[in-house]
T-cell receptor, first 113, second 115 residues
Framework: NAGVTQTPKFQVLKTGQSMTLQCAQD?????MSWYRQDPGMGLRLIHY???????DQGEVPNGYNVSRSTTEDFPLRLLSAAPSQTSVYFC????????????FGQGTRLTVV | EDQVTQSPEALRLQEGESSSLNCSYT??????LFWYRQDPGKGPEFLFT???AGEEKEKERLKATLTKKESFLHITAPKPEDSATYLC????????????????FGKGTHLIIQP
């Protein structure tokens, strides 16, 4: 029972490089989302999706791109990495039903130098 | 704007010393309040969901309660393995509406239980 799987767990990028953080879930959840967690800031929503082919911006979307071609996968793309994007990134999935919890992946720790 | 404030930011207790963590919220249209536990280097792990004022949920040494403006996570006779960061989140309508809802998190309470 895998739940939400994120890869890679750790990544170091140089400023200006691009990369994709992978997220996959096997619970057939409609909702998927990406958060970043910074010290003293809590978890902040980057982008979210309510189903395949539908995505929208969250609180801090600048510098990130997403797509949702299948129910299972929700990759997050960093277009041109900046030191301000150094953070821990979490992917989450949940059912549309009210009062149901979101399940989180183990996170990707990204450092941009 | 939806806001979630957790207090205290950090709490150090002796093993067996009971206490409570607070989560106060200001939201338009609450669709659920959630408590998560997060261990270092891990993703948040679900503990409880509450929806109606007056509702209570229990799990081992933890008990969560909800009023119209705040939630408490009571920890009774804690053990060192209860040490973690406890996160509160509210589920509300997304910024652009469209029927989607998402989570707004507080900054968490870092709890340390000393043997």
């Amino acid at each position: 029972n895998a739940g939400v799987t994120q890869t890679p767990k750790f990544q170091v990028l140089k400023t200006g490089q691009s990369m994709t953080l992978q997220c996959a879930q096997d619970m057939n959840h409609e909702y998927m989302s990406w958060y970043r967690q910074d010290p003293g800031m809590g978890l902040r929503l980057i982008h979210y999706s309510v189903g395949a082919g539908i995505t929208d911006q969250g609180e801090v979307p600048n510098g990130y791109n997403v797509s949702r071609s299948t129910t299972e996968d929700f990759p997050l793309r960093l277009l041109s990495a900046a030191p301000s994007q150094t953070s821990v990134y979490f992917c989450a999935s949940s059912s549309r039903a009210l009062n149901t919890e979101a399940f989180f992946g183990q996170g990707t720790r990204l450092t941009v130098v | 704007e939806d806001q979630v404030t957790q207090s205290p930011e950090a709490l150090r207790l002796q093993e067996g010393e009971s206490s409570s963590l607070n989560c106060s919220y200001t939201v338009s249209g609450l669709r659920g309040l959630f408590w998560y536990r997060q261990d270092p280097g891990k993703g948040p792990e679900f503990l409880f969901t509450l929806y109606s004022a007056g509702e209570e949920k229990e799990k081992e040494r933890l008990k969560a309660t909800l009023t119209k403006k705040e939630s408490f996570l009571h920890i009774t006779a804690p053990k060192p393995e209860d040490s973690a960061t406890y996160l509160c989140a509210v589920r509300t309508l997304m910024y652009s509406g469209g029927g989607a809802d998402g989570l707004t998190f507080g900054k968490g309470t870092h709890l340390i239980i000393q043997p």
